[in-house]
């Protein structure tokens, strides 16, 4: 197997925070999205999308989508399990997993990439941004509410739902996006994560 990645971008650091947390390593490459590699023949002959992460296998096979690969993974990898141990533990962890990706990662990203973008070429549009600047806020407030004192964002122990909230935090510090100090509970749970060790980017190798 081999990971083509870029771990400073959210989905990439997902898949790092993940991949680190179960202990699972894979000869990685970085493909530097900031100076385009992304967008070179090679690279499109591979992943046509033009994005990362991408997992090779040894196959051959390309297998693109970071919740995908993470899925692929968890299945090879059960132990520790970071999608629940029972039917309704995995539904739980997924439904939460979704509101992190679709309600607040994929926000982030488009209010840094129309206001900020750290992306070669990307002319952002600060009315998109605002758009979903206030998108973002009732996703938060719930999300705030959902996490109450728990220790990780799905219950008690560090779950997908977990990467994929940090993978969005982290871009959106970098690219000057944060939640308000109102969202006390994300706050917490974000500066205690911020600890593990998963959430330090791997380097190459
Ligand atoms: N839904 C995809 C999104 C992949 C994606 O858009 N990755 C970003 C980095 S977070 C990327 O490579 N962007 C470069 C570009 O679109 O030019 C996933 O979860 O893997």
Same mark, same amino acid.
């Given at each position: 197997m081999k990971l083509h990645t870029f771990p400073p971008a959210p989905n990439p650091r997902k898949l790092n925070t993940y991949l680190r947390e179960k202990g699972i390593e894979i000869p990685t490459v970085w493909v530097n999205l900031l100076k385009g590699e992304h967008k070179t023949p090679e690279f499109l002959a591979m992943n046509?999308? @033009? +994005? $990362?992460?991408v997992l090779e296998l040894d196959d051959g096979t390309v297998l693109t989508e970071s919740l995908a690969i993470i899925e692929y993974l968890e299945e090879l990898h059960? &132990?520790?399990?970071m999608i629940g141990t029972t039917a309704l533990e995995r539904a739980q962890t997924r439904r939460i997993e979704r509101i992190c990706e679709m309600g607040v990662l994929g926000r982030v990203a488009r209010i840094v990439h129309n206001s +900020? *973008?750290? $992306?070669? @070429?990307v002319q952002g549009k600060t009315a998109i941004a605002d758009h979903f600047r206030e998108e973002l806020e009732p996703v938060l407030a719930r999300l705030d509410a959902e996490i109450g &004192?728990?220790?990780f964002v799905a219950g008690d122990r560090p779950t997908i739902a977990d990467c994929t909230l940090f993978g969005a935090l982290e871009f959106g510090r970098f690219g000057g996006v944060e939640p308000g100090p109102q969202y006390a509970n994300i706050h917490r749970w974000w500066a205690d994560f911020a600890k593990?060790? *998963?959430a330090e980017i791997a380097p190459p190798g």
């Open positions: 046509p999308a @033009g +994005n $990362l992460p059960p &132990d520790p399990p +900020n *973008s750290p $992306l070669p @070429g &004192d728990r220790p593990r060790p *998963s």
